[in-house]
Nanobody
Framework: QVQLVESGGGLVQAGGSLRVSCAAS????????MGWFRQAPGKEREFVAA????????YYADSVKGRFTISSDNAKNTVYLQMNSLRPEDTAVYFC??????????????????WGQGTQVTVSS
């Protein structure tokens, strides 16, 4: 069983930065990739970023490219999402996920085996 615990959410002004973290307990093929998704009020959950813990390959949603960076510390079983140049439209609950493939996480199916509980990120204008 894999558990994912997010931390680091909060309130930030537009243009600011925030880093969220996700610590995974347990390791299996289903944690070969980890990623971040978000869900804003009244909207569907959407893909944000994913990383392969095997190759280091990354995937990003177009809306965050150039502003967000996903990274992984495999020794700590932790993945990070550094968010810069934040905008009010980035306000959402951010969910960590783990799965066998970063590429499949980035598809409309958002293929993930495990999900965290989410952490709130609020960007004020």
């Amino acid at each position: 069983q894999v558990q994912l615990v997010e931390s680091g959410g909060g309130l930030v002004q537009a243009g600011g930065s925030l880093r969220v973290s996700c610590a995974a307990s347990g390791r299996s093929i289903s944690t070969n990739a980890m990623g971040w998704f978000r869900q804003a009020p009244g909207k569907e959950r959407e893909f944000v970023a994913a990383i392969s813990r095997l190759t280091g390959g990354t995937y990003y949603a177009d809306s965050v490219k150039g502003r967000f960076t996903i990274s992984s510390d495999n020794a700590k079983n932790t993945v990070y999402l550094q968010m810069n140049s934040l905008r009010p439209e980035d306000t959402a609950v951010y969910f960590c996920a783990a799965g066998p493939s970063a590429r499949r996480m980035a598809t409309p199916q958002m293929d993930a085996a495990y999900w965290g509980q989410g952490t709130q990120v609020t960007v004020s204008s």
